[in-house]
């Protein structure tokens, strides 16, 4: 079993930076594909990036690539998602996600899931 919890939401100006984390806790988190993914109101969770468990290979989805990054801190038992010059279609919940398989951009995929945090992207 693993409990993900995700913070560093809130509200941001256009051009504005944020960074995510994502704290697990349970067992063998290292050995888990961290995916973060998003979800605007009324529309389907999507895939933001992902990170392999030794950091490797990381992933970020083509429109986001330049703006957001991923690492992750296997110590802190923790993941991140930096995100700079973020923009008003930015802004949706974010989560962060466990996959055991593997990685994946699918949400079917992912094993546990964290609460999310919103992020809002306003002036």
């Known amino acids: 079993q693993v409990q993900l919890v995700e913070s560093g939401g809130g509200l941001v100006q256009p051009g504005g930076s944020l960074r995510l984390s994502c704290a697990a806790s349970?067992?063998?988190?290292?050995?888990?594909?961290m995916g973060w993914f998003r979800q605007a109101p009324g529309k389907e969770r999507e895939f933001v990036g992902g990170?392999?468990?030794?950091?490797?290979?990381?992933y970020v989805a083509n429109s986001l690539l330049g703006r957001f990054t991923i690492s992750r801190d296997n110590a802190k038992n923790t993941v991140y998602l930096q995100m700079n010059s973020l923009k008003p279609e930015d802004t949706a919940v974010y989560y962060c996600?466990?996959?055991?398989?593997?990685?994946?951009?699918?949400?079917?995929?992912?094993?546990?899931w964290g609460q999310g945090t919103q992020v809002t992207v306003s002036s």
């Open positions: 996600a466990a996959a055991h398989g593997g990685a994946s951009r699918s949400t079917s995929e992912y094993d546990y």
């Open positions: 349970g067992r063998t988190f290292s050995s888990y594909f």
């Open positions: 990170i392999s468990w030794s950091a490797f290979s990381t």
